[in-house]
């Protein structure tokens, strides 16, 4: 079975490409934002992706350092994309896309936090 930073780094970059992905769509749908309130909207579009590349950044370095000090930041921080993709299937459509890849990328970071933490206890013995 593949170790836990391989896990959390997928899980990384899934999430780095789901905001990148997220990121693009403004310029498709920014028209549909147009008037006053077009400055706070793209304040809170913006933002989401920030969100999501800080996970992924925290995953990352998860999966770097290999911490199990820091399997609860990750089992917490993958709360955020799979409360995102349930509000997706029930306020948007149960065939977006993009929920498909926020809950990948939070089931994948969960397993990686599930086998950091075994890595973390299974630690070699002094010869």
Same mark, same amino acid.
């Not at 948007?92 to 809950?103: H, K, N, Q």
């Given at each position: @079975?593949?170790?836990?930073?391989?896990?959390? #780094?997928?899980?990384?970059?899934? @999430?780095?490409?789901?905001?990148?992905?997220?990121?693009?769509? #403004?310029?498709?749908?920014?028209?549909? $934002?147009?008037?006053?309130?077009?400055?706070?909207?793209?304040?809170?579009? $913006?933002?989401?992706?920030?969100? #999501?590349?800080?996970?992924?950044?925290? #995953? $990352?370095?998860?999966?770097?350092?290999?911490?199990?000090?820091?399997?609860?930041?990750?089992?917490?921080?993958? !709360?955020?994309?799979?409360?995102?993709?349930?509000?997706?299937?029930?306020?948007?459509?149960?065939?977006? $896309?993009?929920?498909?890849?926020?809950?990948?990328?939070?089931?994948? *970071? !969960?397993?990686?936090?599930?086998?950091?933490?075994?890595? *973390?206890?299974?630690?070699?013995?002094?010869?």
């Amino acid at each position: @079975m593949p170790r836990a930073r391989t896990f959390l #780094w997928i899980a990384a970059a899934i @999430m780095a490409a789901t905001a990148a992905i997220h990121f693009t769509g #403004w310029f498709l749908g920014r028209d549909q $934002f147009a008037g006053p309130t077009q400055p706070i909207v793209k304040l809170l579009w $913006f933002s989401i992706d920030v969100d #999501w590349l800080v996970v992924a950044g925290l #995953w $990352f370095a998860a999966g770097y350092g290999g911490a199990g000090l820091l399997r609860p930041l990750v089992i917490l921080s993958a !709360i955020i994309p799979l409360a995102a993709a349930v509000g997706m299937f029930f306020l948007i459509s149960p065939a977006f $896309f993009g929920l498909y890849l926020l809950a990948l990328a939070g089931a994948i *970071a !969960i397993i990686g936090a599930i086998r950091l933490g075994d890595e *973390a206890v299974a630690v070699a013995p002094l010869a």
